[in-house]
């Protein structure tokens, strides 16, 4: 299990570099607004790290400095063994199509281009378009089906799978998602989950923004924030990030 700085505990002697470090960072904003304040933390390669708290708690402007979409006004983010704040803006560029996928609460699907071509489309910006590779992908997620449908003819739960598969679709060693299944009903958020619980058990490393409390069940790890501290890193029991995919989806489907 992978260790939060910061929050009293310590790594074991001799344990492996983490993934993803944070020292020391903050955000202000321009207006004074403090997003984030004085967070370190560390992500092992491997971990689901679900990031939880109230509005306003810095969840998505932590994600948005891990992925390079943000830049911290203080502290250091090292990704990969990659120093973020030392890059270049093509560098960044790079950074954001080859090591980190991302998955937004809103799809940000292309209207006029079907499935397959909305994930290679982001083939082009890393290493080029391979339909077979993409077709595969979206196999793998239950849209072997809907590869020529328009985003508008597709279950919003369709949708952002369609999304998970344009984030991996680069072979990212981390993936970041920001409340996917925050604008749906329980049944197309199984199948989501479903989704991210197979690509953890292949070895992709998640970290995941939620309200869910459902979700917080199924990582390594829940790290808790809140106004901008990181408060609390607690590991999920034993062998919940191990159960099945058809489990997660019958869990998150299932009502209160």
């Known amino acids: 299990m992978g260790s939060t700085e910061g929050a ?11 993934l993803i470090r944070l020292r020391d960072c903050s955000k202000v904003h321009d207006n004074g ?3 984030l304040s004085g967070v370190s933390l560390a992500i092992d390669g491997g971990e689901w790290v679900t990031v939880t708290g109230r509005s306003g708690a810095g969840k998505s402007t932590l994600l948005g ?5 943000d830049r911290p006004t203080s502290g250091t983010v090292t990704v990969g063994g990659q120093r973020l704040d ?11 199509s080859t090591t980190v996928g991302f998955v937004f609460q809103r799809y940000y699907l292309l209207p006029y281009l079907n499935v397959l071509e909305n994930v290679t489309l982001a083939q082009h910006f890393c290493k080029g378009e391979d339909i077979a590779a993409a077709k595969e992908v ?7 089906n809907r590869l020529d449908h328009l985003p508008d003819q597709l279950s919003g739960g369709e ?25 749906l009903d329980r049944v197309n958020s199984g199948s989501v ?6 690509l953890h058990r292949e070895g992709t490393t998640i970290v995941l923004v939620t309200h869910d409390s459902a979700l917080a069940t199924w ?9 901008g501290k990181l408060v609390s890193s607690d590991a999920v029991k034993e062998g919940t990030a191990r159960r099945s995919s058809s489990g997660a989806k019958q869990h998150v489907g299932a009502g209160p």
């Open 65 to 69: 400095i891990i992925g390079s979409l």
């Open 8 to 18: 009293g505990k310590s790594r074991p002697k001799g344990h492996k570099k983490p």
């Open 193 to 198: 989950f479903e989704a991210l619980v197979r």
């Open 86 to 96: 030392g890059m270049t803006v093509r560098e960044l560029a790079e950074f954001r």
């Open 33 to 35: 607004t403090v997003a």
């Open 138 to 144: 979206l196999r793998g997620l239950g849209l072997g």
């Open 219 to 227: 990582g390594t790890r829940v790290v808790r924030l809140t106004d």
């Open 159 to 183: 949708q952002q799978r369609v999304c998970i598969a344009r984030a991996v679709i680069n072979g990212p060693r981390v993936l970041l998602a920001d409340e996917p299944t925050g604008n």
